[in-house]
């Protein structure tokens, strides 16, 4: 089943709602995220994630892996391209905020650890699917 991008981004228009109501975009992005891409993501560890992301403080790996994820949901949008260099940041302080927990044991059996990788892996291949559709949609 094949979905156009314009066909998706027709019933986005939550996203110019958030923009007018908070210029953080992490905010914007995260709020996106939770309303339209999770729903989409269910199943697998996804399911978990809003428990798990509710407990967190907002500068844990598991917020910076949301707010990388989310930014990059976000950026797909021309019109929200200024999204993609927040993305590509973010996902960048995750990966060494991921490198510097990795010696503590009890980092790395939390919850809230294995959760920032599955995300970080979301992002990985979502980047991967989204270039590949953009090449074919042009």
């Not at 094949?2 to 228009?13: F, Y």
């Not at 019109?79 to 993305?87: E, I, M, P, T």
């Amino acid at each position: 089943m094949s979905v156009r991008r314009e066909a998706v981004w027709q019933e986005c228009s939550e996203l110019s709602l958030l923009s007018a109501l908070s210029p953080d975009l992490g905010q914007q992005a995260t709020c996106y995220f939770f309303v339209n891409v999770h729903p989409l993501i269910m199943g697998y560890y996804a399911d978990d994630l809003p428990n798990i992301y509710s407990r967190e403080m907002p500068t844990s790996i598991l917020s910076i892996a949301i707010l990388a994820l989310s930014a990059s949901f976000t950026s797909l949008h021309p019109q929200y391209s200024r999204f993609k260099s927040y993305a590509l940041c973010k996902y960048a302080e995750c990966l060494r905020l991921l490198r510097e927990a990795a010696s503590d044991p009890l980092i790395v059996e939390s919850d809230s650890f294995l959760m920032a990788i599955n995300v970080l892996g979301t992002y990985e291949v979502g980047h991967y699917f989204a270039s590949m559709v953009m090449e074919r949609t042009g």
